[in-house]
């Protein structure tokens, strides 16, 4: 990736530090640009009639020495999820590998089903390959991602304290 890609902006309200997200532009642009405007909440869709934003949503899955899952911001409970490109959108490619802590990847539920959902691995996940794709990876704010891996889970693996995003956004140069 270039130094150039944008790093986003993510508070969440466990903690005062925010995890920093990375984008890969030029690896997943159409990906990563769905990212990056979800965190700006700047596009409105008539389907929803609310701006489509990760503010107010939740990392409603978290699996410890796994991932941690967030972006229904339609539900707001896994279940749900919306695009810029419309409910849906395909795989864009599976370029980058599942082979690290702190890879941004999509959430699906198989083949061109994206849509908000998206997973931070923590931990190496090569049963990923081809399945997801890595859009982008958290370069600060570990700890942050550590903390929410680790929070107590119910069977479902839902967390018990709520991982609410509060703010998000693109970090000023």
Do not use: W
Not at 4 to 20: G, Y
Not at 30 to 51: C, D, E, V, Y
Not at 112 to 120: E, G, L, M, V
């Amino acid at each position: 990736t270039s130094s150039s890609d944008p790093h986003v902006k993510f508070h969440t309200q466990c903690t005062l530090f925010a995890p920093h997200p990375q984008l890969y532009d030029d690896i997943a642009p159409l990906t990563a640009a769905n990212f990056r405007f979800l965190a700006q909440g700047t596009k409105i869709t008539p389907a929803i009639n609310r701006p489509l934003t990760f503010c107010g949503s939740f990392f409603h899955r978290v699996i410890r020495n796994f991932m941690v899952q967030g972006g229904d911001i339609t539900h707001f409970n896994g279940l749900g999820g919306y695009s810029i490109y419309g409910r849906l959108f395909k795989d864009e490619n599976f370029a980058v590998l599942h082979d690290r802590a702190y890879l941004l990847s999509m959430a699906n539920a198989g083949p061109h089903t994206n849509s908000s959902q998206f997973f931070i691995t923590t931990k190496p996940c090569p049963h990923l390959n081809g399945k997801h794709v890595v859009f982008g990876e958290v370069c600060g704010g570990h700890h942050v991602v550590d903390y929410m891996q680790n929070v107590p889970t119910d069977t479902l693996f839902r967390p018990r304290q709520p991982l609410l995003v509060q703010e998000c956004g693109l970090l000023s140069d």
